[in-house]
């Protein structure tokens, strides 16, 4: 018998409490806000968002050890559990992510690993689809003796160490890939035409269905998609929706579009790319992202991938958003951005030395991405096997 188990079979044989997540710490939404224009300016202390950290500013709201969960739906992971993180020092936090700070009888450590493990998908809605601050307040959390906590946080963060150590040296890596990205992509100097997106694409809008619709039907390419991914084909998506042959025609998605998201809570991700490399039948795409179709041969997807996701464009992007409670880009303003037109033989030779690159520093099939896969897996396996207790009956 494990030590945990000891100390469940000694401390709460029976069972556990459940309580509501308000109950378990002390919540400071209240005191979250947009960051200021003074602060706005390059700084040393983290700002985050509902993804975790989004910039560095010059100013803080927070100062301790905290937990942030993404209110997004946009920003939920496959298993419909929110992002998570762990947050310490000075800080500030907008309003896209709640933030809570430990009291005494639950660990704050605990609860970072516990709400990890829960679906939140059906308390996602509004508007702008998110997780409210009631339902926030209300989750049902499992709160054993206070020494079953400690132990369980000992285990799960034997595992989250290790994970740390391998993404550390993978973040090196990658910062080394996304160097000569933009090396291969920077043509300054060369005798090369550039024509403008408005030149070589067709700009549209995506579609707006109640929530009703979603979940069965066909494919759809949502916000998320386009936001995390360089590029798209079959099986890399998941969404669906029920849709009519009509919008399956005016909001197609085909092989070769390129995907801009629409919005974001900060400048620096606003118009963040995605191309669909190959033909999904039926495939149509969300409202949340705009589609920029070609109207010529002169671009290989992949290479449209690459270039569009270039510090120079991306600063570009940011230039011409504009930013009020969030920010925002529009067909028009995606039309100015320059592209170069090079030779295909000469786009598909940087496409293949960035794809080598790209498989060391993502492909989970080997290598670094795939021990971390690996590790995270079994930390997530633990993670729910340790967090799911009997509720204790009530009296």
């Known amino acids: 018998m494990s030590k945990l188990d000891e100390l469940i079979q000694e401390l709460c044989p029976d069972g556990v409490e459940y309580r509501k997540l308000e109950d378990c710490c002390t919540v400071l939404d209240k005191k979250r806000k947009p960051v200021t224009k003074a602060a706005r300016e390059a700084g040393e202390y983290p700002y985050y968002g509902a993804n975790g950290i989004q910039d560095y500013v010059s100013d803080y709201i927070f100062d301790g050890t905290f937990v942030l969960v993404g209110e997004d739906g946009s920003v939920i992971t496959k298993a419909g559990t929110p992002v998570v993180t762990w947050a310490e020092g000075k800080i500030w936090v907008n309003n896209h992510a709640h933030i809570i700070e430990e009291t005494d009888g639950v660990l704050l450590r605990y609860l970072f690993h516990y709400i990890q493990t829960i679906d939140v998908t059906p308390l996602i809605h509004g508007n702008i689809p998110k997780l409210t601050g009631g339902d926030f307040r209300a989750l049902q959390i499992p709160v054993p003796p ?24 993978l973040t090196a890596r990658k910062k080394q890939y996304e160097y000569y990205h933009n090396v291969l992509m920077d043509f300054s100097g060369e005798d090369i035409e550039y024509r403008s997106v408005g030149e070589l694409f067709e700009i549209k809008n995506g579609l707006n269905k109640e929530k009703a619709a979603f979940g069965k039907g066909q494919p759809i390419i949502n916000f998320t998609d386009v936001y995390n991914k360089r590029w798209l084909a079959n099986g890399s998506f998941s969404g669906l929706v029920d849709v009519s042959v009509d919008e399956i025609e005016r909001y197609s998605a085909k092989k070769g579009d390129v995907f801009f998201t629409r919005t974001s809570e900060t400048k620096e991700d606003v118009g963040m790319s995605s191309t669909l490399i190959e033909d999904v039948p039926n495939c149509v795409f969300s409202g949340f992202v705009l589609r ?33 409670t969030r920010a ?26 960035l794809d080598r690159f790209d498989a060391l520093s993502n492909d989970i099939s080997y290598g670094l991405p795939a021990e971390i896969e690996a590790r995270q897996k079994q930390y997530e396996y633990y993670r729910d096997k340790l967090l799911t207790f009997k509720e204790v009956a009530a009296t």
Do not use: M
């Not at 000992?154 to 740390?164: H, P, S």
């Not at 179709?293 to 600063?315: E, H, I």
């Not at 925002?328 to 030395?353: N, R």
């Open 292 to 324: 920029a179709r070609p109207t010529t041969n002169l671009l290989l997807p992949k290479f449209c991938s690459y270039y569009f996701s270039t510090n120079k464009v991306r600063d570009t992007i940011v230039r011409y958003a504009a930013f009020t």
């Open 146 to 169: 206070l020494p079953v906590q400690s132990e369980i946080v000992r285990i799960l963060d034997n595992f989250t160490e290790l994970t740390a150590e391998l993404t550390a040296e």
């Open 328 to 353: 925002t880009t529009t067909g028009p303003k995606l039309s100015k951005i320059s592209v170069p037109i090079l030779p295909i033989e000469k786009q598909q030779q940087i496409v293949d030395i």
